[in-house]
């Protein structure tokens, strides 16, 4: 409750912005630039800067000095800053940075930190040059915010107009972007300072409403703009710039502006102003001024006329008062020189000045010339002022309310004048160069001590802010007399930015409901770039007299400093803040005093009950009816809270009480048998959740709860009971271990502790939920002896059902029980099974036992008695069972090297609310982590339907026994086994939701779930095929096949055909990456499985009206489950498909998959005719108009090409021995991947859909496997071609071709086969020498395959063939090689 000094911002890139606006002086310091030589460049610039001075007509005020510091050498990127001009939106939202022609535009973003925190950052938006004539500077900036009319504003800006001054006198108005909207030369002096007056809300009635305007002072006149027309004006340049822009329209002239402009006399000198606003005289000044200035017979008006009020600063006199009537001049209207950014032209118009149009280059000289008119001013002579012949002022900054201004000097003096009365009222000396600003604080609601009925008005106070950079100090003044009230080290190179305006555009109609976000004074630091707001309390402005606050304030701060220090003795700790908190004499304080001490955590326990008894004590004895009640209860309230801390402590400190009830020993009766029961799943259990974690020790539950978070957890209510506040889940286990876990290790007096608990009236449902939750986050320390554990929380859950208020007197046991439900509720929710079992278990058994004492004193009988509470409890136990067996399955580590993963954990509740697929959805999670194979996962599912439920259960027997065993062998435990007993041992208790369909589909689906998060692993993919290939149901295949192409693969198998089509080709690795979203290898085995499903979507149309549909049912403690629906009811709901469109869309996905595995050329979807195009990528649940008939034979042409070329990629891909001795006997192809022996056939299949002769294709693979030198493979293929005069013509030219190359091109020519040669037929020879051996891939054939080849031949051809002959000639030409060989 200080003043403070706040970052709210940060200036990015001030490196950038220095090095834009002194690019000439790269290598030398700002303040060299006088000492340039006549060569430089720069001379005209610096012959400009130099007139200036020598002159004295413009004298720059604190935005504009460059402060002349001697060590320089040592910081020199500091003080460059003071060198420039600079100006900040009061939103906060726009800096401006100039210097001479040059200016930065800094725009507001937002950013994200380290730590995650949204942050402010002023980032460059726009540089660039702003003069249009020879010489001209930048003298002044402003930044004015403009008010959106849009009725949905809440007082944000629309848009930020900067207003440049320059030394030619030209006054330019630019965009945030830097584009130039209207120029104005009202003058030819050059602009000593810009300021503005936007609306106020008029604090209380009486006070003059004043209007916007824009004031411009010039050496020796000042011209003020109306804002009405400057809004006006600036929204139509703005929009007439977007126009043409956009579209090249004509420019429409804007709304001439206007203003006034008064020459100001009677004054040597005038560096700054100040425009007041309208103001109008009291009657009696009226007649004294009437008086002094008309005499004894002067007459007065009935009202006294409205005046313009202007101070002005510089020089004889010191401070002058300018007063001009309302309606003595009238406003002058001016015509707007109005620049729209061509498309053709850079956005600013390099041309000189001027309001009536632009120039040229080549109209250079006459437009310098023929100047613009500039109009006259009207005289304003000095009323009077403050003369000091040897002062000269500075700059002045007026204050928020306009009735003080505060005002500079070269004497180091800043004075605070009094606007009303024109007099100086106080003078503060040592501030050379000083920076102004004004900081305005409204009172808070609820501070004045009011009654309700007669509210007071809120009272305003002004706080004047000085930077004194000589000294690198910043302080905080209250006015108009008041003291110094804060003062920040800030450095010396620092900038004080005040705007003194808010919003342009805003009237009293507009601005109701706003709430405009501005700050009233900015601390600008260079070498951070951090921008700092003053934020002041209104207290501080409170006279001596009501300063009790301000005293209660400061002993506050002093109570803080003490509690942060932790070095602190306790004894000296408790007497200061006991004598702190009994000397602040305001209720409200001394409670946050109490407050803050309370929430200490430094603070002992005693100290703070003593003090907080003092307090309370002091307060006793004080008069009631002077004594704040709240305050009051407070402090009793604490002090019974400290007290029952203090008790429950020393509890925990003393020996546990050994004595039982008769009452929880009898109810305890055959819970051993069922903990031996569940103890072999228990110890499994454990063993899997102890794993290696990272824990902080302030964060461990055994750690000792202090008193500051035991305070705030609870609370007194006006009854005086106390009652616990929920907060986090981590506070609320904390407060349960302190209060009962002693007593559930039995380390504490149970009984007493729950007594001690009791008195204080707090709730024992609240109670019972701190013992649960306890209970059941701790369930590691619970599982290391469950037995132990179990009995003291039996013994503790019977003694908070004995609480008064616990269970309701009035329960009828055929009815549920609120507080049985309760400890139900908590079991379920949790996400710990064991825990969560063991305590059902045990309220089932207390629940049981309070049952039946009821039953016996109201029925006396000896029947058992039945109860819907117990039913639900049997219910519950069950649930719980079938929940740790699952909760053990998916804790199963799973093997090194596969994706792994964190184990899902589930709860009775998240399975309810998971809907009956709930189940075999987590278990299908694990399987993906276990990266179990399908045939593993059916091989386990089949073992189980074999073994009973005996098996079952001796399976879990046998397990327990070798729990041992397998712990001292591995801890880790990843044996494949013992995780397939696992899970045996869940689809037993889970017949129905873990069925093998259902599981299957649900495995089918994660994993192409996860397939489509990372496309690249195609395995995912297959298994996900694999999965429902194993499905027995076609209902459930149908249904599941159905989406999988609907929602994962039309998309990319679609834009596979597409990418294909574009290109002609198989594409690339980046194109498949930019279109597909995997690459080339990945979309290859999508399409492989995509062909896969579409098969099984085929077969599963066609067997589903042979089998009747599979009713799914749920195991009867489960039926309540209610939540989405799962994937095989899902799948059971789909439509039928249409069996033509799913083989016509596999028939293109064969196609696609063959290009890619081949690289073969080929447009796809060209393939097919417009109904076939149409057809595809289509629901396949409709009826599309499919391709009939007979097709195009030039679309035969080019499916008959394709496949032939497919054959040949074949083919070639085979990695046969080209050399094979004839007879030997065929490798083995595998049976996936482009050397796979499936791929003829299907290419015979894809011939026979496309209606392209089969025997065109089996001829070609015939001569194409000989050509590859695989003999086997050809003679087999070569029994199912039909026409063999056909194949025999071609296995002729091939034969020829293996001869020739033997006879005629072989290496090793041997002089038999020469003589052969010369003996052959001449016309045999000469068609051996027109054969081309280069066609054959594999040509060098042994001589006995090349017989066997023609021996086929022979028989092949008929008698009568025209070739027979040379077929009989190669015959006899082989045998004789082979018999000379």
């Avoid at 199963?892 to 009956?916: D, F, I, N, W, Y």
Wanted: hydrophobic share 40%.
């Amino acid at each position: 409750m200080s003043c403070c000094l706040l970052e709210f911002c940060r200036v990015q890139e001030l490196k950038t912005v220095k090095g834009f606006l002194y690019q000439e002086q790269k290598d030398d310091p700002p303040e060299e630039e006088n000492n340039q030589t006549a060569e430089n460049e720069l001379t005209w610039d610096t012959s400009d800067w130099e007139s200036a001075w020598d002159n004295h007509d413009v004298k720059e005020d604190d935005t504009t000095t460059a402060t002349v510091v001697e060590e320089e050498s040592t910081e020199q990127s500091a003080p460059w800053l003071q060198d420039c001009v600079v100006s900040l939106s009061p939103c906060s939202d726009l800096l401006v940075v100039a210097r001479e022609h040059r200016a930065v535009f800094l725009s507001a973003k937002w950013r994200t930190d380290d730590s995650g925190r949204e942050e402010m950052t002023l980032a460059v938006s726009w540089t660039g040059t702003l003069n249009t004539e020879e010489g001209e500077c930048v003298s002044s900036v402003i930044c004015i915010p403009l008010a959106s009319q849009k009725r949905s504003s809440t007082g944000r800006p629309d848009w930020t107009c900067i207003v440049v001054g320059f030394s030619s006198g030209c006054v330019r108005f630019y965009t945030e972007n830097g584009v130039l909207l209207l120029a104005q030369l009202l003058n030819e002096d050059p602009v000593l300072r810009l300021k503005c007056r936007t609306y106020e809300i008029p604090r209380h009635p009486g006070v003059t409403e004043q209007h916007e305007e824009l004031s411009i002072l010039y050496p020796t006149a000042l011209v003020t703009i109306d804002g009405f027309s400057l809004f006006q004006s600036l929204r139509a340049c703005r929009n007439q710039v977007a126009r043409a822009a956009a579209a090249g329209s004509e420019v429409i002239q804007p709304p001439p502006l206007a203003y006034k402009k008064w020459g100001l006399q009677d004054m040597d000198t005038i560096v700054d102003h100040s425009s007041v606003g309208i103001m109008t005289l009291c009657v009696f000044d009226q007649m004294k001024n009437a008086s002094i200035l008309g005499g004894f017979h002067a007459s007065v008006k009935g009202s006294p006329p409205a005046m313009s009020q202007y101070i002005t600063v510089g020089g004889g006199p010191y401070t002058g008062f300018y007063y001009a009537i309302e309606g003595s001049s009238q406003p002058l209207l001016s015509h707007v020189a109005l620049a729209v950014a061509s498309k053709l032209t850079s956005a600013l118009f390099s041309a000189a000045s001027g309001w009536l149009g632009w120039k040229n280059k080549n109209e250079e000289e006459p437009a310098q010339k023929q100047k613009p008119k500039v109009e006259p001013a009207t005289p304003l002579a000095v009323r009077f002022g403050l003369p000091d012949s040897r002062r000269h002022g500075e700059s002045i900054c007026l204050s928020p309310c306009n009735t003080l201004a505060g005002v500079t000097d070269d004497f180091g003096r800043v004075t605070l004048l009094d606007l009303a009365r024109g007099i100086a009222i106080r003078m503060w000396k040592g501030y050379r160069d000083a920076q102004l600003g004004w900081v305005q604080v409204s009172e808070r609601r609820g501070e004045r001590d009011s009654s309700p009925s007669t509210p007071l008005p809120r009272r305003h106070a002004q706080f004047l802010v000085i930077y004194a950079p000589r000294r690198g100090i910043l302080e905080v003044w209250g006015t108009q007399q008041g003291p110094r009230v804060g003062a920040f080290t800030v450095g010396k190179h620092c900038r004080l930015l005040y705007a003194g305006y808010r919003l342009m555009g805003v009237n009293s109609v507009t601005s109701q409901g706003w709430q405009l976000h501005t700050q009233q004074v900015c601390l600008l630091d260079p070498t951070t770039g951090a921008l700092r707001t003053v934020t002041v309390p209104f207290h501080l402005a409170l006279s001596d007299k009501k300063s009790e606050r301000a005293k209660d304030m400061h002993l506050l701060k002093r109570l803080t400093t003490i509690l942060r220090s932790r070095e602190v003795e306790p004894d000296i700790l408790e007497n200061e803040a006991k004598s702190v908190l009994l000397d602040i004499k305001h209720p409200a304080i001394k409670k946050q005093a109490l407050e803050s001490l309370l929430s200490n955590k430094n603070a002992p326990v005693s100290c703070l009950t003593n003090i907080t008894r003092a307090l309370h004590d002091s307060l006793k004895e004080q008069d009631p009816e002077a004594v704040d009640q709240a305050l009051l209860q407070l402090c009793s309230s604490q002090l019974k809270l400290l007290q029952l801390y203090t008790d429950i402590q020393q509890l925990h400190s003393a020996a546990a009480d050994t004595e039982a009830c008769s009452e929880a020993l009898e109810s305890l009766v055959g819970i051993e048998e069922e903990l031996s029961q569940v103890g072999p799943t228990l110890q499994r259990y454990a063993q899997l959740t102890v794993r290696p974690c990272v824990s902080f020790a302030q964060d461990s539950p055994n750690s000792p709860l202090p008193a500051h978070a035991f305070l705030s957890q609870l609370e007194c209510t006006e009854d005086g009971e106390v009652r616990v506040i929920r907060r986090t889940d981590a506070e609320w286990n904390q407060l349960g271990s302190f209060l009962f876990w002693g007593c559930l290790c039995g380390e504490s007096p149970l009984h007493r502790v729950c007594d001690t608990l009791q008195q204080t009236g707090i709730s024992p449902h609240q109670l019972l939920s701190l013992v649960l939750s306890v209970w059941l986050h701790r369930e590691k320390e619970v599982l290391k002896n469950p037995a132990g554990s179990v009995r003291k929380l039996h013994t503790l859950l019977i003694a908070l059902s004995n609480m008064k208020g616990a269970v309701d007197e009035s329960w009828d046991p055929q009815s549920i029980s609120p507080w049985w439900q309760q400890v139900r509720c908590a079991c379920v929710q949790s996400h710990s099974a064991a825990a969560s079992l063991l305590a059902a278990m045990v309220a089932h058994r207390a629940a049981k036992a309070s049952i039946t004492i009821l039953a016996d004193s109201k029925l006396h009988s000896e029947w058992e008695a039945v109860s819907l509470e117990l039913e639900q409890w049997a219910v519950c136990v069950r649930q719980l069972e079938d929940l740790l067996a699952l909760q053990t399955l998916l804790w199963a580590p799973p093997p090194k090297g596969t994706a792994g993963g964190a184990p899902s954990q589930c709860s009775v509740k998240t399975l309810l609310e998971g809907g009956r697929g709930g189940i075999a959805d987590s278990v299908s999670k694990w399987v993906f982590r276990q990266d179990l194979a399908p045939e593993r996962l059916k091989e386990i599912l089949q073992t189980k339907k074999e073994k009973g439920g005996e098996d079952g259960s001796k399976q879990q027997e046998e397990g327990g026994g070798e729990e041992e065993e397998e712990k001292e062998r591995n801890q880790e435990d990843t044996d494949p086994n013992r995780t397939a007993e696992l899970l045996a041992a869940v689809c037993q208790r889970f017949p129905d939701s873990l069925s093998a369909d259902l599981l299957f589909a649900h495995c089918c689906w994660e994993y192409v779930v996860q397939w489509n998060k990372d496309p690249e692993e195609g395995r995912y993919m297959c298994l996900a095929v694999k999965h429902l290939k194993l499905v027995s149901s076609p209902h459930i295949q149908l249904g599941i096949s159905s989406m999988m192409w609907s929602t994962f693969i039309v998309k990319r198998i679609s834009a596979a055909a597409f990418l294909m089509e574009k290109v002609g080709k198989a594409p690339k690795d980046r194109l498949c990456r930019r279109d597909v979203g995997m690459g080339d290898k990945a979309t290859t085995s999508f399409l492989a499985s995509s062909i896969q499903l579409l098969q099984i979507l085929m077969e599963a149309d066609s067997a589903v009206e042979e089998v009747p549909p599979p009713e799914l049912c749920v195991e009867e403690v489960w039926c309540g489950a209610e939540g989405p629906a799962s994937i095989a009811e899902l799948a059971l709901e789909q439509k039928g498909v249409h069996y033509p469109l799913v083989q016509h869309h596999c028939l293109l996905a064969s196609l696609l998959h063959a290009a890619m595995t081949f690289s073969l050329k080929v447009k796809p979807l060209s393939l097919f005719d417009s109904k076939g195009k149409n057809a595809f990528f289509r629901d396949l649940t409709t009826i599309q108009l499919m391709p009939s008939g007979d097709v195009d034979p030039g679309l035969v042409s080019l499916r008959q090409e394709f496949l032939l070329h497919l054959l040949t990629g074949w083919v070639q891909a085979i990695d046969d021995a080209p050399g094979s001795a004839p007879g030997a006997s065929s490798t083995p192809l595998p049976t996936n991947g482009p050397r796979a022996d499936w791929w003829p056939s299907m290419c015979l299949e894809l011939g026979s859909l496309l209606q392209v002769n089969p025997d065109i294709l089996r001829r070609h693979l015939v001569c194409e496997l000989y050509n590859q030198g695989l003999d086997l493979r050809a003679e087999e293929v070569m029994l199912e071609v039909e026409d063999k005069d056909v194949l025999g013509s071609q296995l002729l030219v091939l034969t020829g071709q293996r001869l020739s190359y033997s006879l005629l091109h072989s290496q090793s020519q041997t002089q038999a086969a020469m003589e052969l040669l010369a003996r052959l037929p001449p016309t045999l020879c000469t068609w051996l020498k027109a054969m081309d051996p280069s066609e054959l891939r594999c040509p060098l054939v042994p001589l006995a395959q090349i017989s066997r080849l023609v021996s086929h031949l022979i028989e092949i051809l008929p008698e009568n063939h025209g070739q027979y002959s040379l077929a009989l000639h190669l015959l006899e030409a082989v045998e004789v090689l082979i018999m000379e060989d």
